[in-house]
């Protein structure tokens, strides 16, 4: 396999002319293979989604699962050297895949940002907050001056809550805490106003009370941009709150995906059962179980054959055959509409989330459903 | 089990990377279904034997609160300052970090104590006090007989074995260039419990427990996975049968899935061998689970503590009400959009230099006058509920004048009533008094 060469790149359209109309971003069966040492690791395979303007993706799944590799090929951060990518992305009608640096450096920043996880590490520790924001702003505003990008970072700096941004706006990563280093981040991500905005676990290393304002922030700022959003994490009440559509991963596919509701409340893929049981529930009945998934993740370099899920999912054995060993399942619609997809062979999965999923991780819904 | 074991054998090959023996959640206990005796006995309970009626009957509940236990541990105001030096040649202490500034509480004996908040709370220096790598500057920590506050070095040594620790990260915490044997074995060779000869013994017998593969205790730490890391952690802080395990965020370095596995292993743990646990942690479901008692901090000192039902169904503290709040629900996906929640401003205030009175009130949305003044004391509202608070009361019925006043002997403005003496009630047990001050009622109630 091969990165699909430059052609018909329709590089020179400017990205945000045909925003508008159909989803911003769109993903096409994204492939990305890593050659090791010990072989190739296809971290990201037959990827599919869309996230339109104003709208939030959520992509769920646990490390390893390919939901940062395949950001990382959105925003064009892989060294093409080394990764080999195939498929199409294409952000507000630009082909991603296969663009040269240079005029992935015009989008990357400008028209699409990335927001990481571990701010402190994400941020120069010798620069000054200002100084790395000025930067951000003057690398895609050539003509502006200096003084027009500090007035910008200090003014983005207080759209993210920053007290006396005039001041703090001189200071080191070091003086900010982990919650403002984060809004620090969120404004340099912000700064020229991308239309997609992938945020890479932007609450985990978070208190809750800070995670909550963060969130907040994400909202007020998705809706004043209208941006189109991408947020992973592995926390699904996060997920509940913020996104409109789920893609949920596992070992470098997509195993699930459809809307908030579909994914959350009515799942028929066995992983989607699995995180949602797996996880206390602030709310639930303190005798409620914790039911884990059994084993760890896969390993990616000798993925298993089949349903790379079958060595952990318990419900196998409810399908005839050797079927989710030998065979690959495909994404089909599910039962709860033709949005929802899923990966999986379960003849009824409806019935066995009603009947043996749905007792133990919310039995008080159990009667609603029937 | 359901399957026949040939098929077993037949996938076998392709389950690279999974270790056969973390099948993550089994029984500790040696008494095994007897149909599968070579399951165990190989260390290849493969996950294709657990059907899902067997794991949800593994599923653990949550742990319940036995009052009447005895405490194991005591903790009386105790207080952990930290000196901060001036730059330059002569540095001179010129202030200080007050972690964890006079905390009281019990941890039950074979029971959990919780010990939530944000971080820079000083929950986990309590941790590290309680296990004495820190030395406290003031209060007492009794633990069987002995005030481990106040022993040196040497005195402490016999005691640590009874004393220990899981960590966080298990990729810092365990030494890279030993092997998993060493690792497990090392507290038997320093405390010389078992001769040589047996070391290996007790540490495949450790890594049973956990729920690993004794047969990989020559293997080093990077052939783990971060659940497998986290369960060598768990072995060696097992090593010498403690009495008191403190978990200091034992499963927020884990992917979700893993988290339960560890949780649930923990909770065999504790019921086998009548472990005590101090479970820090900043995720509030996870502790829910975990701890039928639990304590709320927010700069260095308590601010709530109580059972389960309480802290989680009636917190009386805003800071306690707020922190709930702002936990995202799963639940929510059936509503769509963002949960009400309490908004906290800013940010926690410096521990070097906390705001007058009650530390909290900066962000409250309660706070008065008598808040900067006075500092509200952790007072017992109920049979197994303590709040410190001047305005504590269920949330949307906080009371519109101070609940502590006549305690005090302030007025509502918090300066002193001429002529009034304050109760002299012991506000800082470490455990409960049997009477308590009603709040509707404004007396000393009991049961």
Redesign the interface.
């Known amino acids: 396999m091969t990165s699909v060469p430059m052609t018909q790149s329709s590089a020179t359209e400017s990205p945000d002319d045909r925003g508008s109309d159909g989803p911003y971003l769109q993903v096409e069966d994204l492939k990305v293979t890593f050659p090791t040492q010990d072989g190739p690791v296809t971290a990201v395979s037959g990827l599919t989604y869309s996230v339109e303007k104003g709208k939030t993706l959520g992509i769920v799944g646990?490390?390893g699962s390919g939901k940062s590799v395949s950001s990382m090929a959105v925003m064009g951060l892989h060294d093409t050297k080394s990764a080999q990518i195939s498929g199409s992305i294409r952000v507000g009608g630009t082909e991603v895949v296969g663009l040269s640096e240079a005029k992935m450096r015009g989008l990357r920043g400008n028209s699409m940002a990335m927001i990481f996880q571990d701010a402190l590490a994400a941020l120069h520790p010798f620069y000054k907050i200002g100084g790395q924001l000025e930067e951000a702003y003057l690398v895609h505003h050539s003509s502006a001056s200096k003084r027009d990008a500090r007035r910008k970072a200090i003014e983005m700096l207080d759209r993210v809550g920053i007290?006396q941004p005039d001041r703090r706006v001189d200071d080191f990563p070091h003086q900010f805490?982990?919650?403002?280093r984060q809004r620090a981040m969120i404004a340099m991500g912000l700064i020229n106003d991308p239309s997609l905005l992938i945020a890479d676990e932007p609450t985990t290393a978070l208190?809750?009370?800070?995670?909550?304002?963060i969130?907040?922030l994400l909202?007020d700022l998705q809706r004043e941009f209208n941006s189109a959003v991408i947020i992973i994490t592995?926390?699904?009440?996060?997920?509940?709150?913020?996104a409109d559509d789920v893609l949920v991963m596992y070992a470098g596919r997509c195993v699930e995906y459809g809307t908030?509701?579909q994914?959350?409340?009515a799942p028929e893929m066995p992983y989607t059962w699995?995180?949602?049981s797996?996880?206390?529930?602030?709310?639930a009945s303190?005798?409620?179980?914790?039911?884990?998934?059994?084993?760890?993740?896969?390993?990616l370099?000798?993925p298993?054959?089949g349903c790379s899920f079958h060595?952990?999912c318990?419900?196998?054995?409810k399908v005839p055959g050797d079927l989710c060993?030998t065979e690959l399942p495909e994404l089909v619609p599910a039962s709860s509409g033709t949005a929802h997809l899923k990966r999986c062979h379960l003849a009824d999965p409806v019935g066995v989330y009603t009947t043996?999923v749905l007792p133990?991780i919310?039995p008080e819904l159990v009667e609603e459903t029937r | 089990m359901t399957q026949d074991p040939n098929a077993r054998a037949e996938i076998e090959p392709t389950e690279v990377g999974a270790n056969a023996a973390e099948t993550g959640d089994r029984q500790l206990t040696a008494e095994h279904s007897p149909e599968t005796p070579d399951a165990y006995g190989s260390h290849e309970i493969g996950i294709e034997d657990l059907d899902f009626a067997t794991l949800a009957e593994q599923g653990h509940t949550a742990t319940k609160l036995d009052p009447l236990a005895p405490a194991v541990l005591s903790v009386d105001n105790l207080k952990m300052y930290f000196p901060v030096k001036s730059s330059g040649v002569v540095r001179r202490t010129i202030g200080h970090v007050q972690a964890v500034d006079g905390i009281s509480f019990e941890v039950p004996k074979g029971g959990s104590l919780g010990l939530v908040g944000e971080s820079g709370c000083g929950k986990s220096t309590t941790g590290r006090l309680i296990t004495r790598l820190y030395k406290p500057t003031g209060g007492s920590m009794m633990f069987d007989g002995h005030d481990l506050a106040k022993l040196s070095a040497r005195e402490m040594k016999p005691l640590r074995r009874d004393v220990q620790m899981i960590f966080q990260d298990p990729y810092t915490s365990l030494n890279p260039r030993h092997t998993v044997g060493t690792i497990v074995g090392a507290p038997l060779e320093v405390h010389k419990i078992v001769p040589k000869n047996q070391v290996l013994k007790r540490v495949q017998e450790l890594l049973e427990i956990v729920g690993l593969n004794p047969e990989h205790y020559n293997r080093y730490p990077n052939e783990f996975s971060g659940g497998q890391r986290q369960r060598i952690g768990i072995a060696r802080a097992l090593t010498l049968n403690p009495k008191v395990l403190v978990a200091d965020e034992p499963v927020s370095a884990l992917d979700v899935s893993i988290q339960a596995q560890v949780v649930n292993l923990l909770q065999d743990i504790q019921s086998e061998f009548d472990v005590s646990f101090l479970f820090i942690a900043h995720d509030l479901a996870i502790v829910r689970h975990f701890c039928p008692e639990v304590a709320v901090m927010y700069l260095g000192k308590i601010v709530e503590i109580g059972d389960r039902e309480t802290i989680y169904g009636k917190p009386h503290h805003p800071y306690t009400q707020a922190l709930l709040s702002a936990v995202p629900d799963v639940k929510q996906a059936a509503v769509g959009g963002r949960r009400e929640r309490i908004r906290l401003e800013g940010d926690v205030p410096s521990p070097i230099n906390p705001p007058s009175g009650c530390r909290f009130r900066t962000r409250c949305q309660f706070a008065q006058e008598i808040c900067a003044k006075v500092e509200p004391p952790l007072l017992q509202i109920g049979q197994r509920h303590k709040v410190a608070c001047h305005f504590a009361g269920e949330l949307g019925s906080h009371p519109a004048s101070p609940v502590t006043t006549d305690l005090l002997g302030v007025d509502d403005q918090g300066s002193p009533v001429a002529g009034a003496t304050p109760t002299n009630t012991q506000l800082t047990i470490p455990g409960y008094e049997d009477t308590w001050y009603d709040l509707k009622t404004k007396q000393t109630t009991g049961v």
């Open positions: 646990e490390s007290p805490s982990g919650g403002m208190d809750v009370t800070v995670q909550a304002q969130l907040d909202q592995h926390d699904l009440g996060v997920i509940a709150e913020m908030t509701k994914i959350l409340t699995g995180l949602l797996s996880i206390p529930d602030v709310g303190t005798d409620a179980r914790l039911i884990p998934i059994p084993g760890n993740p896969p390993s370099l000798r298993p054959s060595p952990r318990v419900h196998s054995d060993r043996e133990e919310a």
